[in-house]
């Protein structure tokens, strides 16, 4: 089994920044990707970014520019670096993992909130 525990939420003012900190742990055979996904009041659960085994970067389009993704391959982690929040960032983001032989694992969320 493989646990995922994020860290590092919280209130922000809007133009502020936040980062996010994940850490993967337990039986851990591969990583085809780590990254981010987040969901708002009352919205489906989106994508937001992820880190492929390659090392490429992909992000969903309104954060493209404000958020930077980091993935310690050594440590099993990812960080999201959150640049020029918004309001429509207020959201549950959860780290993600899938290990490319079938398996997907979630973190318990933390909450992010920006407002002034």
């Known amino acids: 089994q493989v646990q995922l525990v994020e860290s590092g939420g919280g209130l922000v003012q809007p133009g502020g920044s936040l980062s996010l900190f994940c850490a993967a742990s337990?039986?851990?055979?591969?990583?085809?990707?780590m990254g981010w996904y987040r969901q708002a009041p009352g919205k489906e659960r989106e994508w937001v970014a992820h880190?492929?085994?390659?090392?490429?970067?992909n992000y969903v389009d309104s954060v493209k520019g404000r958020f930077i993704i980091y993935r310690d391959n050594a440590k099993n982690t990812t960080y999201l670096h959150m640049n020029s929040l918004k309001l429509e960032d207020t959201a549950v983001y959860y780290c993600?993992?899938?290990?490319?032989?079938?398996?997907?694992?979630w973190g318990q969320g933390t909450q992010v909130t920006v407002s002034s």
């Open positions: 993600h993992l899938n290990d490319g032989e079938g398996g997907d694992y």
């Open positions: 880190v492929l085994s390659g090392g490429s970067t």
């Open positions: 337990g039986s851990i055979k591969s990583i085809l990707s």
